[in-house]
């Protein structure tokens, strides 16, 4: 769990700054924040099928 709560810390920390000043980024912006997203998308989802959210 701590791993994932890494993961979603460093989410925030990206994520707050890009949107906050999105008007003045650019199409560039856009698309890499779009990245970003789906490479921790599929990591969450990669974590979960292998079970790693599982409470034991």
């Given at each position: 769990?701590?791993?994932?709560l ?31 997203l ?9 974590a ?9």
């Amino acid at each position: 769990y701590a791993l994932m709560l890494i993961v979603m810390d460093v989410l925030a920390v990206f994520l707050y700054p890009w949107a906050a000043g999105l008007g003045d980024l650019g199409v560039g912006a856009f698309f890499m924040m779009v990245f970003f997203l789906f490479i921790v998308t599929v990591g969450y989802f990669y974590a979960w099928k292998k079970g790693a959210l599982q409470w034991q």
